[in-house]
């Protein structure tokens, strides 16, 4: 059984950085792509970044280009985001998230963790 576990949320300063991690475990697919997407209370949802399995390709939201940063740890099973100069409205819980492997056009989940809450406010 799939198992996405999160952590490393907290709070920020703006301008600040945090690393975001998921352990992800029980994955049955040959190629998946696996990332984040957030949620601000009832609001839709915004997927933030995803990796393929198939070709280790990148999505970023627009929002977050040039700020975040995706990368995994195969031998540890582990996703992490790297997120710098953080604002205000990157405020949200953040959700680790699997889909399937094509991220070219953005990221299509299908399933996902608990989530971690980032706060950033001063």
């Known amino acids: 059984q799939e198992q996405l576990v999160e952590s490393g949320g907290g709070l920020v300063q703006p301008g600040g950085s945090l690393r975001l991690s998921c352990a992800a475990s029980g994955f049955t697919p040959d190629y998946y792509s696996i990332g984040w997407f957030r949620q601000v209370s009832e609001k839709e949802r915004e997927g933030v970044s995803c990796?393929?399995?198939?070709?280790?390709?990148?999505y970023y939201a627009d929002s977050v280009k040039g700020r975040f940063t995706i990368s995994r740890d195969n031998d540890k099973n582990t996703v992490y985001l790297h997120m710098n100069s953080l604002k205000p409205e990157d405020t949200a819980v953040y959700y680790c998230a699997t889909g399937g492997p094509d991220v070219r056009y953005g990221c299509h989940f299908s399933s996902w963790g608990q989530g971690t809450q980032v706060t950033v406010s001063s």
């Open positions: 990796i393929s399995s198939a070709d280790g390709s990148t």
